[in-house]
Nanobody
Framework: QVQLVESGGGLVQPGGSLRLSCAASGSIFSIGTMAWYRQGPGKQRELAASIATGGSTNYADSAKGRFTISTDNAKNTVYLQMGGLEHEETAVYYC??????????????WGQGTLVTVSS
């Protein structure tokens, strides 16, 4: 079994910064693309940022220039550094990873989510 555990959410003022972390653990053989999604109140879940094994990144248009996704492969951890946060970015942020487990089965795994509230 593979688990993703997010941390780092909380309350931040508009214009502020926050760093989210997501650590993968369990029966991991290898990890492929890792990503952060977010779902605001009454909205659909959307991709915020992703990073592939080669290091190539992809960002939502609204996040470009303000968010940075990175990984620490030794720790099986992905980070999302967010800056210039706006009220509309209040959401539950979910970690996602494409994982191959020790049984060589490919899985898509989700974390439980961490709440980011942007408010003064």
């Amino acid at each position: 079994q593979v688990q993703l555990v997010e941390s780092g959410g909380g309350l931040v003022q508009p214009g502020g910064s926050l760093r989210l972390s997501c650590a993968a653990s369990g029966s991991i053989f290898s990890i492929g693309t890792m990503a952060w999604y977010r779902q605001g109140p009454g909205k659909q879940r959307e991709l915020a940022a992703s990073i592939a094994t080669g290091g190539s990144t992809n960002y939502a248009d609204s996040a470009k220039g303000r968010f940075t996704i990175s990984t620490d492969n030794a720790k099986n951890t992905v980070y999302l550094q967010m800056g210039g946060l706006e009220h509309e970015e209040t959401a539950v942020y979910y970690c996602n990873a494409d994982v191959r487990n020790t049984a060589r089965t490919y899985l898509t795994v989700w974390g439980q989510g961490t709440l980011v509230t942007v408010s003064s």
